[in-house]
């Protein structure tokens, strides 16, 4: 009872979480989910009745031995229960397959008047996203977490800058590839306000599997707050320790790659940290975002992620802690 | 009988093959820095006719793959193509010719690109880390097909010339020029 109990538990564990297909929390993964409804249905129907059909051959009376053998060619029930059992498969098939086309053609009509337009880079292993709406004044570039007003569409634009990635929100949407030289566009239509996670869904090299992006679904309100303040440029140093850290960071090999606006450190190689601490993880989903994790990423990144493009820099303790003290504070 | 020869072969074919591996071997633990040292920049020595030794890095960064693949990464992130393009040259000197300035074996680029040299090349010491200019270093040289060619890059757009591993058979390119003995300088 106990056991039974726990299975139950463990099965409606997968319908609810931030990164699982069966709890959509858009229109687009709604429209999935349906997909696997409609197959959960028909194979289970058809499970069920070849089961039923073993259990009835299995317990039904075995005939007397003594019988004689039956040589009638034509037995009229068993073709016509065979013809009748072919229509079935066919039609199930029919269903699943034209069930998915139609899905599938839904998704793929987007429509024009999206009201945000966003653009995810896919890279060895961090994901770029830049908000492109509007003039460029109202522009700006984040990593590895997205932003979505909830109930408006957003069009989102997938591209790579070095192999093929997948973006993949599970709850929000179905995969979608990224390939070196296209542009691939897909739509969220996001209904639940909640924090979701999503991956690469296609291998891409050493760290695919630290490549995770988290998506924020959340009120218009909240939204335009979060831009405005993704707009500003990152906040001056507060003390002489953030000062510190500042210039590390500008003359260390950090500037060669990452960008911090309003540091002068204008790499573009690398995520922007304009405003990392304000992010959940860091390193692309690897961490939590705190300073242990900062800590520990900067002073050996090749330990945590093996492969990972960001070198190890050699740089003395109190350099290093002034550097975390100030990316903590860019908020 | 048979069984002993099969053997052999098998264990010949998984030594060979074995042999391909290290062309790609890709260390996880970045080697420490060890700082400024002096690198010659020419052939010409007083009194010694044997030159300096060279660097012990420069042939493990010289030969895999790996490195020079980095290397060929960081020549865009860190716009080496903004002055010497593909390796034509532009604003800076071309890099797939064979006799430089500042010297063109592998230890004496990192010197270049570690320490900047006069009229534009900036110094990358304490910009990018010293692995990565030893990589940039191995890529650079192996744009001119100074590289074995074992460990010759996979991407091939910004190459000069064909892949080493399509093009034809041909002598190796000499290490650098080299005065024949007997003949004055």
Not at chain 1, 138 to 160: D, S
Not at chain 2, 51 to 67: E, M
Request: glycine share 8%; proline share 8%.
């Amino acid at each position: 009872m106990k056991r039974a109990a726990l299975l139950m538990a463990l099965a409606l564990g997968a319908c609810s979480g931030m990164q699982t297909p069966l709890a959509p929390a858009a229109d687009q993964a709604e429209q999935i989910r349906s997909i696997w409804d409609v197959m959960l249905w028909v194979t289970s129907f058809f499970y069920l009745l070849v089961i039923g059909f073993l259990a009835w051959a299995v317990w039904r009376r075995r005939r007397k031995e003594t019988a004689p053998p039956r040589t009638q060619v034509h037995d009229q029930g068993l073709e016509r229960t065979l013809a009748i059992w072919a229509g079935m498969i066919v039609a199930g098939l029919t269903l699943l397959i034209s069930w998915s086309f139609l899905v599938d053609r839904s998704l793929a009509s987007t429509q024009d008047d999206q009201a945000l337009h966003i653009t995810v880079t896919g890279a060895q292993w961090w994901w770029r996203v830049e908000y492109t709406d509007g003039t460029p004044d109202k522009q700006f570039e984040t990593a590895n977490e997205i932003h979505l007003p909830v109930g408006e569409t957003a069009r989102i634009k997938l591209m790579t800058s070095d192999v093929i990635h997948s973006f993949w929100v599970p709850n929000l949407s179905g995969k979608m590839d990224m390939i070196p030289g296209r542009e691939n566009v897909i739509d969220i239509t996001p209904r639940k306000i909640g924090v979701y996670r999503g991956q690469c869904a296609e291998f891409c090299g050493f760290q695919h599997a630290h490549m995770a992006l988290t998506v924020v679904v959340e009120s218009r309100e909240d939204f335009n707050r979060w831009r405005n303040h993704q707009l500003t440029p990152a906040a001056p140093p507060a003390s002489p320790k953030h000062a510190l850290g500042k210039a590390v960071f500008k003359a260390k090999a950090c500037s060669l790659c990452h960008e911090i606006t309003g540091a002068d450190a204008g790499g573009r190689t690398a995520p922007n940290l304009t405003h990392l601490a304000s992010r959940r993880t860091i390193a692309a989903g690897t961490l939590p975002m705190n300073r242990g994790s900062l800590a520990g990423w900067i002073s050996d990144p090749q330990a945590i992620k093996p492969g990972a493009k960001m070198p190890n820099v050699p740089m003395s303790a109190a350099e290093s802690d002034a550097l975390v003290t100030y990316l903590e504070s860019l908020k | 009988m048979g069984g002993s020869a099969r053997t052999l072969l098998l264990s010949a074919l998984a030594a060979a093959s074995l042999g391909g591996c290290e062309r790609e071997t890709r260390p996880l633990v970045t080697p420490p820095e060890t700082g400024p040292q002096s690198i010659a920049l020419t052939d010409l020595y007083p009194g010694s006719p044997a030159p300096p030794p060279k660097d012990p890095r420069a042939d493990d960064y010289a030969g895999n793959a790996y490195h020079i693949t980095q290397g060929q990464t960081y020549y865009r992130w860190y716009n080496c193509n903004g002055c010497h393009a593909n390796g034509g040259g532009g604003m800076g000197p071309p890099l797939i010719d064979r006799e430089w300035r500042y010297g063109s074996s592998i230890d004496q680029i990192y010197a270049t690109i570690r320490d900047g040299r006069p009229n534009g090349m900036p110094g990358f010491e304490g910009k990018a880390t010293d692995q990565q200019m030893w990589q940039l270093a191995a890529y650079v040289r192996s744009l001119g097909g100074f590289t074995p060619q074992a460990s010759s890059a996979r991407r091939e757009a910004m190459r000069s010339t064909p892949p080493r591993n399509q093009a034809k058979p041909q002598e190796p390119r000499p290490e650098s020029f080299t005065i024949p003995q007997g003949v004055s300088r």
